[in-house]
Nanobody
Framework: QVQLVESGGGLVQAGGSLRLSCAAS????????MGWFRQAPGKERGFVAA????????VYEDSVKGRFTISRDNAKNTVYLQMNSLKPEDTAVYYC???????????????????WGQGTQVTVSS
């Protein structure tokens, strides 16, 4: 079992930065791949980024490549999403998720992730 709690969301101007954190509890966190998804108003939830249990492999959705960075600290049971050069279209509720699948080509699928946080709101003003 893995329990996830996101934090770090807020209101920021376009071009600004935010760092989201996801604190995990559960003995198996260090063996789980972790992902971030987001859901904008009126849209379906979609994949943002994911990282292997070791941190050695990361995957990003095309629109955030070069702007967002996912990382993890297994000693702190925490995964991060550093978001730079934010755009109004990045406005969404951001969710942290965990999976024991270590196949990066599957990570864009929500159903691969068994554990989810409650979400944190990110609002980017123009």
């Amino acid at each position: 079992q893995v329990q996830l709690v996101e934090s770090g969301g807020g209101l920021v101007q376009a071009g600004g930065s935010l760092r989201l954190s996801c604190a995990a509890s559960g003995r198996t966190f260090s063996s789980a791949a972790m992902g971030w998804f987001r859901q904008a108003p009126g849209k379906e939830r979609g994949f943002v980024a994911a990282i292997t249990w070791s941190g050695g492999n990361t995957v990003y959705e095309d629109s955030v490549k070069g702007r967002f960075t996912i990382s993890r600290d297994n000693a702190k049971n925490t995964v991060y999403l550093q978001m730079n050069s934010l755009k109004p279209e990045d406005t969404a509720v951001y969710y942290c998720a965990a999976t024991f699948s270590q196949s990066p080509y599957l990570w864009s699928r929500e159903d691969v992730f068994a554990y989810w946080g409650q979400g944190t709101q990110v609002t980017v003003s123009s």
